[in-house]
């Protein structure tokens, strides 16, 4: 149910994050809505984002007995793309629940619908996180490099799906979990069943996070 509006702390911190986090304490004061726009205030998303892609390399690994030098580039490159995609996806949501996100106390101190970021702003931010991530990308196999372009049709769909469905946790746990198979196609250089059934264990373990967060709304 929406509630009523709400207007932003003084010091531009919003509802749905923990006080006094790293972004309020030590950001310069000029970075600190795009920081909240890629929601680096709370970096449970960003875990919740590697974690499959870590699984995926080490299943890889277990399964053809090798660990190249190579394979610690992937194991980093995860890292900071999870960082990256997060924060471009979570800008992109925003963009799209502008509208929503004021009319709802929880999110209507972000800094797109309190004003602290215009449209335009969020657009270039969303831009430069998603250039840095595909030259990350770029770095990995032809294979890898075409699952990672795939990879952004669920990230697109993502912040729509509330408007069509019950189930939009099914179209975050795709885009979430996608990394499961990417980082297994970066060292494997191409896809098998075991990295699959991965993929889905992740969507169903999303399914049931992200609905228990979804009852803060209710």
Known sequence: MAKQNRLPEANGQVADAVPDNWVDRRAPVSTRPYLRLSRADRPIGTWLLLIPCWWGLFLAMGADGQARLADLWVFAASAIGAFLMRGAGCTWNDITDREID????????RPLPSGQVSLRQALIW??????????ILLTFNGAAIIAGLVALLPVAIYPFAKRFTWWPQVFLGL?????????????????SLAPVLLYAAGIAWTLFY?????YQDI
Not at 210 to 214: G, H, K, L, R
């Open 210 to 214: 992200d609905t228990i967060y979804a």
């Open 126 to 135: 969303m831009g430069a996180q998603a250039a840095i991530s595909a030259l």
């Open 175 to 191: 885009a979430f979990n996608w990394g499961a198979l990417l980082a297994w196609i970066a060292h494997s250089g191409s896809l």
């Open 102 to 109: 004021a009319q709802v106390a929880r999110t209507a101190s």
